[in-house]
DNA sequence: CCCATAATTCGAAATATGTCGAATATTGAA
DNA sequence: TTCAATATTCGACATATTTCGAATTATGGG
């Protein structure tokens, strides 16, 4: 478990498996409007602060979440002015969707 | 973390975030020929051994990722003479696809 | 019945994860 | 500049996970 190859996907699963931030990646997933071309610019951003609603854990324990599922590549962080910004790319949610389909019709 | 919901899509990624079970499941993930309806009869099957092929861990450690991606409810298995086999539900990968499309086009 | 193959269970050890509180940064507003 | 709001870092601790080897179960063949 030390030595082997650590694929992307085998990350990006891992930062979902935990249900606070599987939490934090849905209250993320609904980023566009039904029916809209959903691109990176129109996607719904939340403030971390915003997204740890009802979640009760620490702002540290959220913080660290949302580290977690940044560096696992499925959410984009920004600052802006005193908060922080959060929302997922779409390229992002294609690829995942994709991985579990393999034989496409 | 101990008295919080765990819903079964948690489960699923947990399962999937270890890269030796990652492995396993890509294994029986191309369960049905390319252009052919994909069903549970027709897809392809593995043996516990033949799974773990390859990959360099105990059979008792392999079994042991079975188990939990069993458990998970992303591999079904059933006992065949000498042999356990394994395979992937097709509309366990529906389910999982759609979670990443969350508003279709 | 006895043996070989296939797989699982169990217990133990090393490592990783989730969580918190305290302390620290970052920014905008008064 | 000083303060309040927002967010992060750090250290610590409890719990969970990964892995193995030894022992055990299940099955079919000779």
Sequence with gaps: MSNIEKP???????????????????RLLNCCEPGTRCDAASATRFCVGDLGEGLEIAPSTLSHH???????????????????ECWVEPEKLKTLSQFFQPNPP
Aim: aromatic residues 6%; proline residues 5%.
């Design 8 to 26: 992307p996907l085998a990350a990006a699963f891992k930062a979902l498996s935990n249900p606070h931030r599987l939490t934090l990646f849905n």
């Design 66 to 84: 949302l580290k977690e599922l940044n560096r696992a590549g499925l959410v984009e962080m920004a600052r802006k002015g005193k908060r922080v």
